[in-house]
């Protein structure tokens, strides 16, 4: 059974290791030089982010392993016509192990760091999306604006 937490500051190590297998299989890159060199900035962010309370993710577990993850940024723009108080979170570190995809676990993930924007008072949610996570981002509402995926939340 997949069972849905919060991150914390004990999920620092696996929250990076994570996000770097992301990114190089986002970005096309086998060095595990590269990979090393970003796990260590990666768990940086982490550390400070999740203290400070500028970041939030949540996390799918399987038979106490992580089996996928999301994450939700916040930050405050200039305000446009349709973020009047320019408070956007963005979302970034979706990932699910490749044996556990295309079951549910990134869409319950996305709802619920959707619903913690929406907590927080945050009307705007943005991210890149790859091509594998287009259409789940889609389905639920995000549309494609200036090379970034946007959900404004009435």
């Known amino acids: 059974m997949i069972k849905y937490?919060?991150?914390?500051?004990?999920?620092?190590?696996?929250?990076?290791?994570?996000?770097?297998?992301?990114?190089?299989?986002?970005?096309?890159?086998?060095?595990?030089?590269?990979?090393?060199?970003?796990?260590?900035?990666?768990?940086?962010?982490?550390?400070?982010?999740?203290?400070?309370?500028?970041?939030?993710a949540w996390l799918a577990v399987s038979e106490n392993n992580i089996i996928a993850t999301s994450g939700l940024s916040f930050s405050v723009v200039p305000p446009s016509f349709k973020c009047l108080d320019g408070k956007v979170a963005y979302i970034?570190?979706?990932?699910?192990?490749?044996?556990?995809?295309?079951?549910?676990?990134?869409?319950?993930?996305?709802?619920?760091?959707?619903?913690?924007?929406?907590?927080?008072?945050?009307?705007r949610v943005t991210l890149h999306a790859t091509d594998m996570g287009r259409t789940l981002y889609e389905k639920n509402g995000f549309k494609a604006i200036n090379g970034y995926m946007v959900l404004d939340i009435e």
């Open 92 to 123: 970034m570190n979706m990932y699910t192990i490749p044996d556990y995809r295309k079951q549910g676990i990134g869409t319950e993930l996305l709802k619920r760091t959707i619903k913690e924007a929406i907590k927080r008072g945050y009307k």
């Open 5 to 56: 937490r919060k991150a914390n500051i004990n999920d620092v190590a696996i929250l990076a290791n994570i996000r770097s297998i992301f990114l190089m299989e986002a970005n096309d890159i086998t060095s595990e030089i590269e990979r090393n060199n970003v796990e260590i900035a990666i768990k940086q962010y982490f550390e400070s982010a999740l203290e400070n309370d500028s970041f939030v």
